[in-house]
T-cell receptor
Framework: QKEVEQNSGPLSVPEGAIASLNCTYS??????FFWYRQYSGKSPELIMF????GDKEDGRFTAQLNKASQYVSLLIRDSQPSDSATYLC????????????FGKGTHLIIQP | EAGVTQSPTHLIKTRGQQATLRCSPI?????VYWYQQALGLGLQFLLW???????NRGNFPPRFSGRQFPNYSSELNVNALELEDSALYLC????????????FGNGTRLTVT
């Protein structure tokens, strides 16, 4: 049973600060890792994906992957109130036989 | 380019009825995935279709079924509806057979009374 774990939060961060979201996964054969943002009542929106160990930056977002520790994180710099949402970590195994396995998400609140 | 489109937006059914949900993938995407997101729960994988065939299904009973048409659009059918089937049903598509990322539609909110 593949599992993806996230702290459900809520995680409260002051506007302008760095928000740090974390995720661990159980399947050591996982190959691809994704972060989605989901506003209440809306569908998930892809923010970042990362395949290799290390950091990947895109604008205010940085994804970090450590396969040895089975750990993925998302950093949001200069947090804005519009970043308030639920962030879903998703993992894909190497076999390609199924879709993504999602964590339950972390609810992020950016305080103005 | 147009995104993944789902219809209807909302669907209200009574227990025991059947529901049909529809999805059109992004042009050029051949894989369609269906997920269920019940209130307070994460996204649960339902079904994966690629090139017209069911490639895999999640841990759901057989009354959840579907199909993919030659134009790659897809239909999810839920028979003998139960109250706990009330959820947001999300369709996602991807370009390659076993690749991600997945791009989601806006979902169908199914309410079973």
């Amino acid at each position: 049973q593949k599992e993806v774990e996230q702290n459900s939060g809520p995680l409260s961060v002051p506007e302008g600060a760095i928000a740090s979201l974390n995720c661990t996964y159980s399947d050591r054969g996982s190959q691809s890792f994704f972060w989605y943002r989901q506003y209440s009542g809306k569908s998930p929106e892809l923010i970042m994906f990362i395949y290799s160990n290390g950091d990947k930056e895109d604008g205010r977002f940085t994804a970090q992957l450590n396969k040895a520790s089975q750990y993925v994180s998302l950093l949001i710099r200069d947090s804005q109130p519009s970043d308030s949402a639920t962030y879903l970590c998703a993992v894909k195994g190497g076999g390609g036989a199924d879709g993504l396995t999602f964590g339950k998400g972390t609810h992020l609140i950016i305080q103005p | 380019e147009a995104g993944v489109t789902q219809s209807p937006t909302h669907l209200i059914k009574t227990r025991g009825q059947q529901a049909t949900l529809r999805c059109s993938p992004i042009s050029g995407h051949t894989s369609v995935y269906w997920y269920q997101q019940a209130l307070g729960l994460g996204l649960q994988f339902l079904l994966w279709y690629d090139e017209g065939e069911e490639r895999n299904r999640g841990n759901f009973p057989p009354r959840f079924s579907g199909r993919q048409f030659p134009n790659y659009s897809s239909e999810l059918n839920v028979n003998a509806l139960e109250l706990e089937d009330s959820a947001l049903y999300l369709c996602a598509s991807s370009r390659l057979r076993d690749a991600a990322p997945l791009h989601f539609g806006n979902g169908t909110r199914l309410t079973v009374t």
